[in-house]
């Protein structure tokens, strides 16, 4: 399964983003799928994530609020709306696909991984 993420960029403080993934075979359609990042010096964390059918969704108490994340039943893409952004955004941002179709929130979860798509937030 390959992953392609798009939509980032440089925006401005309290501006909107939007992050697309699609996912090359169907069969992701089955799993759940999530955001992740990693900040320049830091870990990737997760952002947030989404189960097979979009039904449940979490996110992490950075984003909580601003972020939105959604999916189609039965689709293999994956978005990520940004709203209010903060320099702290500034990442590379990665989608994801899970090993299972719940929704889950650690890395080691997650079987495949797309190319990351970078997000500069200026102040």
């Known amino acids: 399964v390959q992953l392609q993420a798009s939509g980032g960029g440089l925006v401005q403080a309290g501006g909107s983003l939007r992050l697309s993934c699609a996912a090359s075979?169907?069969?992701?359609?089955?799993?759940?799928m999530g955001w992740f990042r990693q900040a320049p010096g830091k870990e990737r964390e997760f952002v947030a994530a989404v189960n097979w059918d979009g039904g449940s969704i979490h996110y992490s108490d950075s984003v909580q609020g601003r972020f939105t994340i959604s999916r189609e039943k039965g689709k293999s893409t994956v978005y990520l709306q940004m709203n209010s952004l903060k320099s702290e955004d500034t990442a590379i941002y990665y989608c994801a696909v899970a090993r299972s179709s719940f929704l889950v929130t650690t890395r080691s979860h997650y079987q495949y991984w797309g190319q990351g798509t970078l997000v500069t937030v200026s102040s």
């Open positions: 075979r169907r069969t992701a359609s089955n799993n759940g």
